[in-house]
């Protein structure tokens, strides 16, 4: 039997989009379970500023789950000067 180095690159190839595959659903998972669990202690009352910190999100990112989930968020103001 001939192996054709090509072959074996193909199939490593394969079994690394795979791996992504299947990290990229178990990351996308876990973000749900944080996403719910930041919007239901935004719902409970805790700051939003510990929200993120415990969450390890941005500002942007908690703003969006939160917009997203229908709470109420004040206007950005713009920036003086």
């Known amino acids: 039997m001939v ?11 394969r079994a690394l989009a795979e791996a992504k595959r299947q990290r990229d659903e178990v990351v996308a998972h876990h973000d749900a379970i944080v996403r719910a669990a930041a919007i239901e202690a935004d719902r409970s009352g805790v700051s939003r500023t ?17 917009t997203e989930a229908g709470a109420s968020i004040r206007p950005k103001r713009k920036g003086g000067g």
Do not use: F, H, M, N
């Open 3 to 13: 192996t054709i180095p090509e072959e074996a690159q193909a199939d490593a190839l």
């Open 50 to 66: 510990r929200i993120k910190e415990l969450a390890g999100v941005s500002s942007r990112t908690l703003y969006t789950w939160l």
